[in-house]
Nanobody, 116 residues
Framework: QVQLVESGGGLVQPGGSLRLSCAAS????????MSWYRQAPGKQRELVAI???????NYIGSVKGRFTISRDNFKKTMYLQMNSLKPEDTAVYYC??????????WGQGTQVTVSS
């Protein structure tokens, strides 16, 4: 059974930091492209950052220089280090794993709230 479990969300003040984790089980983690998405209230889910199976990374413009995506294939875990957080980063953050021949899987999400 495939499972992606996010953790690390919470309430943080503007300018603060959080580190999200996405632990995978039931998949050959190393062959999946892994991504972080987020969905704010009343808005569509958007792709935040992606790390390919080969380790290449890409980010949306609004988080470049503040967020860092990484992965540990041995631990089957993906991370999102979020620094200099802003109120507009408030959202539910989801992890996604995708492989062209094996499909796409989602975690249940973790809430990130940036507020003073």
């Amino acid at each position: 059974q495939v499972q992606l479990v996010e953790s690390g969300g919470g309430l943080v003040q503007p300018g603060g930091s959080l580190r999200l984790s996405c632990a995978a089980s039931g998949i050959m983690f190393s062959i999946y492209d892994m991504s972080w998405y987020r969905q704010a209230p009343g808005k569509q889910r958007e792709l935040v950052a992606i790390i390919s199976s080969g380790g290449s990374t890409n980010y949306i413009g609004s988080v470049k220089g503040r967020f860092t995506i990484s992965r540990d294939n041995f631990k089957k875990t993906m991370y999102l280090q979020m620094n200099s957080l802003k109120p507009e980063d408030t959202a539910v953050y989801y992890c996604n794993g995708y492989n062209v021949s094996r499909g796409s899987f989602w975690g249940q999400g973790t809430q990130v709230t940036v507020s003073s």
